[in-house]
């Protein structure tokens, strides 16, 4: 979901670009909200969330905060898990239309 913009719900004094985001009362529903100013690889990030991943100390790496102006990517490990686990949403068939 894309939206105007995006408070931090820890701060609201925070704006966030995008988060990955679940009800405690419904965690296996999840959403990826994104603030409509958000950098393109914010969507990547939220994403990489929503696959299982947690974030990176690597620079420039799609799930770490800290950028040195070189390309952006995931590692081999990220993809790999990034794989698995979209093969097991398609075999669960949790996307399917309710």
Known sequence: MVVASLRDVDDPRRFR???HWRRRATPERRFVILAANARPTVLAHELGHFFGLGHSGVDDNVMSYARTGAPVSFDAAQIAKI?????????????EPA
Do not use: D, I
């Open 17 to 19: 670009m995008g988060v």
């Open 83 to 95: 794989r698995s686990a979209a093969r097991g949403y398609a075999s669960s068939k949790a996307f």
